[in-house]
């Protein structure tokens, strides 16, 4: 359900657009690639091009992705792109019962907002890289510009691994033994539970081939950080997500 397209297709085009990341299966990136893909919503993709003075002015913001719907205002927030993908297929992305409503989007938010399991998760390679001088996690000048946008500092390191770990628990326990969060079909909490594991898996050349060299070193980290916490169900769910939903090997 995704087509990928040059810039001024899309803004020429009507209905689903998104600027995305076409160098790192970021896990905001591919989450909200797969809330269409599993909403079978059709999704014009613009690989964003660092630098590119069009694509800042369209999009107006300093990162990806960017969801355009219509003539809608840009949504560059996670909770913005659920919203909207929720909207455009009512009732397959979040549950119609409020309460299991507020517990879907309370977990996405752990996982996906700030304070979440991604925003910690970067902190951890941010802090490898500067504890190694940019032998370990992301190259140096790639650390310093999102240390900037999360806060880093060192003696944040330990409270962000601690609260990784417990969402992925709590994760965990949520799952159980089924097959989706979803119950008998995935939804959006599917697709941001997968998406966001990925750093903490080891992905190797064949699973992403597009991802960058100097980028994959920083995923590393967070498999070396966060990899053995994570139970073969939580494994098996994402494997499942990726084969049956979202595409493998993941495309960028």
Known sequence: MIE??????AKAARGVRMVSLGTVPSPWTEAAKGLFKVARIPALCVRSVRGNAAEAAWTKAHNAPVVFHDDEPPRTVWSQIVALAARLAPGVLLPVE???RVETIGLIHE?????GLGWNARLLMIHASFASDGTRGFVKPVAQYLAAKYGY????VEAARARAIEITEALAARLGDATYFGGDRPDALDCYAATFFTPATAIQPEDCPAFAPPLRQGFAVAHEELGSH???SLHAHRRRMYEQHLGWPIEL
Do not use: S
């Not at 990928?4 to 297709?9: C, K, N, P, S």
């Not at 996982?111 to 304070?115: C, L, S, T, W």
């Open 4 to 9: 990928y397209v040059d810039l001024e297709t």
């Open 98 to 100: 409020l309460d299991r």
């Open 111 to 115: 996982i996906a907002g700030e304070d």
């Open 153 to 156: 500092a060192p003696e944040r």
């Open 230 to 232: 994570l139970p073969e």
